[in-house]
């Protein structure tokens, strides 16, 4: 359960295992274990420094259903990079495509993990 929610908010954040481990300065392989819900069982200290890094509460990654909440600024940013794509709502039917075959692609990258 602990490591999968590590591992879902670490991929949603963008972050590698390399660097999730370098700054919460725990090795990787460690790390990968975690993820891979090989090692149940970390200490509060090692949870509260990867609660710290991935910037959530000790309780997100101890909770069942974890799922990662945006925070308004962070859709504000996403909107305005958007628009300086050149994307607004009314073209956005002409990306869904794009959009529907990256998701196709992650799922298929994360079934071979």
């Known amino acids: 359960m602990i490591g999968t929610n590590i591992k879902k908010i670490r991929k949603n954040k963008g972050l590698s ?3 999730l481990a370098e700054k919460a300065n725990i090795s ?3 790390l ?11 200490s509060i200290q090692v949870v509260e420094k ?3 890094v991935l ?5 997100m ?6 799922e990662p909440l945006i ?3 962070e859709w504000i940013d996403f909107v305005k990079e958007l628009k300086t794509l050149g994307l607004n709502r009314y073209n956005l039917d002409d990306y869904k495509i794009i959009f ?10 994360e079934k071979g993990e």
């Open 50 to 52: 990867l609660a710290e």
């Open 17 to 19: 295992l390399t660097v």
């Open 71 to 73: 925070h308004e600024e």
């Open 61 to 66: 990654l101890l909770s069942e259903n974890c």
């Open 32 to 42: 990968s274990n975690l993820e891979r819900n090989l090692n149940g069982n970390p």
């Open 55 to 59: 910037q959530v509460k000790v309780t």
């Open 100 to 109: 529907e075959f990256i998701r196709w692609k992650k799922s298929e990258e």
């Open 28 to 30: 990787k392989s460690y």
